[in-house]
């Protein structure tokens, strides 16, 4: 190998490594069977380490099939298995099994399922593109994409030679604010634009079906999903009205399904991504077999209102101070109103409710979410008090329940203490 | 919250924490002799960073000593019900939380040896999706809690 020429061994080199991970890649395949026997699903694996795992039937919870780009060009599947109790991860995950095999290993676990699956289903439910259009052009995400857009650009910005953005501070302060107006609600239209695309590609062919107590849903353009869970497994369920949503009384159904990993992209699981608010009750109780409490809910005292609006001013008091550096900051009082608005909606949104059985929180943050839970499925339940509520009795509950991720938290601020510590004193049905 | 749950944690806690405090002390001033030390020897470095960090260990000690174990002492209550555990902290945020006997899948008791010196256990009672923990109380009223609670077996067929 010469000194300074090009030599072929620095292409060798990697070649090598690329050709031998390709070599273990073969022999992994090799080594890597599944069978099945009686109730059982035994794989085996492992090049040098052998390794055999047992999968009994009883103890999956779901079977979870799903495709990604590569996968629907080469017709395969990639399959995950979960168990009870399995959290953090997918207890069983085979990368990539041929279609027909995938669909064998989720009857296999899924008894009593012919050929013919489709017409099997006692309830099916298809958005229709209609609605999707409609839930995508009113999908909060356009906050999100705004604010990705705006951290971008804020990068840019510091890249840029001093030369042209002195120019661009210059036009920018000359220009009428007709042109800045303008420039914003482009800016807009392109995040919404985005925003649409986005939840269409994530939520379009959304399908829903029901077999007895298992729930399937079907969605996704590019990379298809698949998610297959038992009815007994849905922890809460949650009526979450969008900004956008609300004033065209339609909302999203949305659940926390216990231990399940396979929506890692979603906290939570949409159950509907649109439905007419006034038909909400009847959409879960077809599919959920359960009544949701109707009743209203016990708005918060006329007190808390002053905490919910000083909350909303004072994220103000740090454009104040900075307006001393530099005036423009001042314009962010414009925002005053809107935070001020958006706080009166959240202190007049707040409720609880509870009956023996279930308790009903609801709550803004910018969509108002209704969260119906009941009180079995609590995992526990916490009232704290900072010094401030304390002055003035109040406090904050938090519930919490078992959802995908772990676990999932629902809070009411500033009820009345002896309301919060009666919520939270709630008697466990003796059964 | 003014008013704290029934029982409290056990007075006796005070002293293993102080124990914990001495035992912290006694670690971080080796660590200080062994700069001092190999500063003599081989390093030239400067000695007063070590004195500084001396002070600032010495009033850890004396805050570990004689105010926080007070101060942890008051602010964390709790109390067995029928059907549930509750448990109260927080200084200044107070929180009291209420875990579902129900909903506990396991506890874990734990004692370090300053701890069995006095008797005494940390007990950790985890649901399927939170944890809690009372940081000291005395080992028999721990295992028997522990106890308690696994004969209130899983109590509906479509628990998770």
Known sequence: MGEGRFSIGYLLTPLGFAGLSFLIGIFRWIFYTYSFEEDRLIVRSGIFVKKERVLKKARVQSVNLEKGILHRILSLSSVHIETAGSVSEAEFSMSAVKRDAAHRLKQFFEAEVSEDSENQYDYRYKASYNILWKAALTSGSIGFILSVLAFFFSQVFWYLPDRVTDALYGWFFQSGIGVIVMLGAFLVLIAWFVSVIQYMVRFGEFTLMKRSDEITIHRGLIKQKALTFKRHRVQSVLFVEGLLRQPFKYLTIDVDIAGGVNYRDQARTSLYPLVKSSKAHDYVSTLLNKTLAKDTLEPLDKKACRRYLFRAAIIFVLPIGLSFINIIFIYLLLFLPVSLLLGYWRYKDAGTYEDSETMILRFRWIARTTVFVEKYRIQSIEVTQTPFQKWRKFATIHVHVLSASGKSSYSVRDLRLAKALKLAAYSVKSI | ?160
């Open chain 2, 1 to 160: 919250m003014t008013t704290q749950l029934e029982q409290r944690i056990d007075p006796t806690a005070k002293n293993v924490w102080r124990i914990n405090a001495f035992i912290e002390f006694f670690i971080f001033t080796l660590v200080i002799i062994g700069y001092l030390v190999a500063n003599w020897l081989w390093w030239s470095l400067p000695n007063w960073p070590a004195f500084i960090v001396f002070g600032f260990v010495m009033g850890l000690l004396i805050f570990n000593l004689f105010i926080l174990p007070t101060i942890r002492l008051r602010i964390w209550s709790y109390q067995f019900e029928e059907d549930a555990v509750l448990i109260q902290s927080g200084l200044f945020i107070i929180k009291r939380t209420r875990v579902p006997m129900a909903r506990i899948q396991h506890i874990d008791t734990e004692h370090g040896p300053v701890m069995r010196l006095y008797k005494l256990a940390s007990l950790t009672i985890t649901t399927a999706g939170t944890v809690h923990k009372i940081p000291a109380l005395k080992q028999e009223t721990a295992h028997q809690l522990a106890a308690e609670i696994s004969v209130i077996a899983k109590v509906r067929d479509d628990d998770v």
